[in-house]
């Protein structure tokens, strides 16, 4: 499995159906026993208050009891998805993460921070072409200037503990 795998090109156009989109199609929540149950807490936790984090960017996630690793999938959203405050979000980041093991959902949350703070990178991801996120892993390593290394780094930290 490559980093790509938990990368999705969002097309919904709301909250809901975008995070739906990313659970099912972000191959690191496959490894959840029970995605179903998984998406309602992360519904759940939605309707609990705001995950928005600034530069139209979304950390949401759902708490999983048993879990050894945090999971996470990142979905781009070229047109961006309004999100309940009306602001447009472009960046959705969803995590699956044992209740126990919050620390490492922290230290996940504030790598994401600081990388998203920087508005190249983020133009960067809005600018991939469509056929980047069907792409190998060796097709990418031909094609390195398109990818910026930090994205890699940031998605296999992400899904590593």
């Not at 809901?16 to 959840?32: D, P, R, T, V």
């Not at 600018?127 to 990418?140: G, H, M, R």
Request: aromatic fraction near 10%.
């Amino acid at each position: 499995m490559s980093f790509l795998d938990n990368l999705c090109l969002v097309k919904s156009q709301d909250k809901k159906s975008a995070i739906e989109e990313i659970i099912y199609n972000c191959h690191a929540f496959k490894a959840l026993k029970d995605i179903k149950k998984f998406e309602k807490a992360v519904l759940i936790r939605e309707k609990i208050g705001s995950t928005e984090i600034g530069h139209g960017v979304v950390v949401t996630h759902g708490k999983v009891m048993g879990v050894k690793h945090t999971y996470a999938g990142l979905g781009i959203s070229r047109e961006g998805v309004v999100w309940p405050s009306g602001n447009k979000i472009h960046f959705i980041f969803v995590f699956a993460s044992n209740p126990i093991r919050y620390d490492l959902y922290v230290r996940k949350i504030s790598a994401i921070l600081c990388l998203f703070h920087c508005p190249e990178l983020r133009e960067e991801l809005l600018a991939l072409k469509d056929d980047f996120f069907e792409l190998t892993y060796e097709q990418i390593t031909a094609r390195r200037k398109e990818l910026d290394e930090k994205l890699v780094k940031l998605m296999e930290y992400l899904n590593d503990d």
